[in-house]
């Protein structure tokens, strides 16, 4: 039995199994399609992959195959009078078939093929972003291309990458690996969409969201001329300001008995370690004790070089000896810690005697 719907593509079934052909030879991909019985409750979802997602337990093992030669001839047919719309197939299926169509010669797959990829990048769907991923589809596009896709004020898919993080007692290993290897092999990519999440959290001072960034290092994989521009637009003024909003528990996840430097990237050049240090000092200056007790507790004094610290106990004396005594007050062992640190780095240049 055959079913032929373009020129390109034509379905057959041979002992008892549908066979996707490609141009007169067999297709020797996914053979099963997701065979959609409601259109409402497809209507339901974004896409073929979100309902297969949500629908994990359907079985069609008791349909005959005839019924399921029908079923999938459908589909397909479907999907190539909707110009090959990506959303109406399995994402494992569509794609492969869309790349070779391409390959053997359809206008609309050829016209189209890179505008799937970069539509259903756009739209945040999780798994559909790393198959594309896995499977090597994100290289077809070009940089200008991907920054365009990354760029867009509909791109959805970071905000579902922090919801992910955000709720990552709930999701599977290999999932949260998956989505890790996302985002750091594209990480300069989603630049705009973190600085818009921080600036969200830093107007809405959400310590939660803050810890998540940081906790899932969102930054520190960004590249040196990334993270000089969020400096220069406040980012370390703004960590701490948000941080003397948290309580014990979440200063004390943020900081996670991590010392200095390992909140920012670890590549990290000379430049922008004096910029965090220009910055540092700055703080200092202001003489905001609550913000300059947050900057101990983050061991950022580490950025200092001894000139710094001669001329902070020279000119910062009484700030310096208030912080610490509200700090030892506090009465934590954690932070009582951080002051002995504090202390020895002063020692350390023997600018002080802890004695």
Known sequence: MTFKINDYLTLKKE????LIYLGGKKFNQCKSLFMVTSIEAAS????????ILNSPHIDHSSINPQTKFWAHCSNLQAWAENNYDTKLLDSSLSFPLLKELQRLGDKVAQKIFKEEIGKRLMSGEISVAIFL?????????TQ???????GSPNF?????IFDIYKDNYNISFDLYCDVL?????????????????LHH??????????IIVKTSQLWTSLLNDDFYEMLNDGLLENILITLTQSNFDELNEFINNDFAGSIFPENIDALVEDIIRLHVLKIFRKKEINIIIILLKLRLYFYLNEKDLRKIIVTHFDLLFKVISIIENENNEKFYEII???LDYFHKFNIIDKK
């Open 156 to 160: 959805k898919l970071f905000n579902n």
């Open 181 to 197: 290897d996302l985002y750091k092999k594209y990480s300069e990519y989603f630049f705009p969409s973190l600085k818009q999440k």
């Open 144 to 150: 200008n291309e991907l920054d365009s896709v990354f």
């Open 44 to 51: 339901r979802f974004d896409s073929i992959d979100s309902l």
């Open 340 to 342: 002995n640190d504090f």
């Open 201 to 210: 959290i830093f107007k809405t001072r959400s310590v939660e969201d803050l």
């Open 15 to 18: 002992h008892g199994e549908t």
């Open 133 to 141: 991923m896995n499977e090597g589809y994100l290289d077809f596009l």
